[in-house]
């Protein structure tokens, strides 16, 4: 913790720091301030749907007999907004996400990495951690 802490001082100004936010500290991330990242990343999906009405990713899940198979994820755009953003069917799920349901997403994505400081909890605000995790769940 001694080594963490010398390193943040000597990297980022005193007056800079927020006391409830952490920034990199092994260099092992990313150094891109997460607000800048999530407005390009909004603008880039926003043109990239330019035409479309979002994007559908459909999910099929694995037969039970294949419990350790990984679920497989097929995304498309779509020129129309579906009736609902989510249903299933069986193994099979279907999920719509509009430019600003994406946008929501992934700026909670980014914006939710936490590292523990001895007793302290902060929020990562710069950088990224090689290997999060997009879809824990998956």
């Known amino acids: 913790m001694t080594t963490v802490h010398r390193f943040n001082a000597a990297a980022i100004p ?11 500290f092994t260099r092992l991330y990313t150094n891109i301030p997460l607000d800048d990242l ?8 926003r043109t990239c749907l330019e035409g479309f009405a979002g994007i559908e990713v459909l999910t099929t899940l694995p037969a039970r007999q294949h419990p350790d198979a990984r679920p497989v994820h097929t995304a498309r755009l779509v020129p129309d907004t ?3 953003t989510y249903s299933t069917r069986g193994r099979h799920g ?9 946008d929501v997403i992934f700026s909670s994505l ?29």
Not at 14 to 20: E, I, Y
Not at 94 to 102: E, I, N, P, W
């Open 14 to 24: 005193a007056a800079a720091v927020d006391p409830m936010a952490a920034y990199d």
């Open 38 to 45: 999530c407005r390009s990343i909004d603008k880039m999906t």
């Open 82 to 84: 579906p009736s609902c």
């Open 94 to 102: 279907c999920r719509f996400f509009d430019a600003a349901a994406f």
């Open 110 to 138: 980014v914006s939710s990495t936490f590292i523990r400081f001895g007793p302290c909890l902060v929020r990562q605000i710069c950088g990224i951690p090689m290997g999060i995790s997009a879809a824990p769940l998956c």
